[in-house]
Nanobody, 126 residues
């Protein structure tokens, strides 16, 4: 089992940057693919980014590609989402997610994740 605790978030101006962090409990963090998702008011949850167990493979939603970077530190049981060039449309509650997976695999489907963080609000002002 994995327990995820998120930190970061808040208010930032358009064009600014912000980093979200997600701390995972347990000694098997390195066997989990990790993902970031977001949900804006009145909208469905959407995929943002995912990273495989070792951190060598990543995938991004087209809407954030080139602006957001997902990374992980398996020694610290942490996953991060660095968000640059933020836009008002990035405003949402952001969630990190974890799922045990085989090596070399990423997960973009939120329904395939079994563990979720508590969510953190990101507001981007214009």
């Amino acid at each position: 089992q994995v327990h995820l605790v998120q930190s970061g978030g808040g208010l930032v101006q358009a064009g600014g940057s912000m980093r979200l962090s997600c701390a995972a409990s347990g000694r098997t963090f390195s066997t989990y693919a990790m993902g970031w998702f977001r949900q804006a008011p009145g909208k469905e949850r959407e995929f943002v980014a995912t990273i495989n167990r070792s951190g060598g493979i990543t995938d991004y939603a087209d809407s954030v590609k080139g602006r957001f970077t997902i990374s992980r530190d398996n020694a610290k049981n942490m996953v991060y989402l660095q968000m640059n060039s933020l836009k008002p449309e990035d405003t949402a509650v952001y969630y990190c997610a974890a799922q045990y997976i085989s090596p070399g695999t990423t997960i973009t489907d939120g329904f395939k994740y079994g563990y979720w963080g508590q969510g953190t609000q990101v507001n981007v002002s214009s």
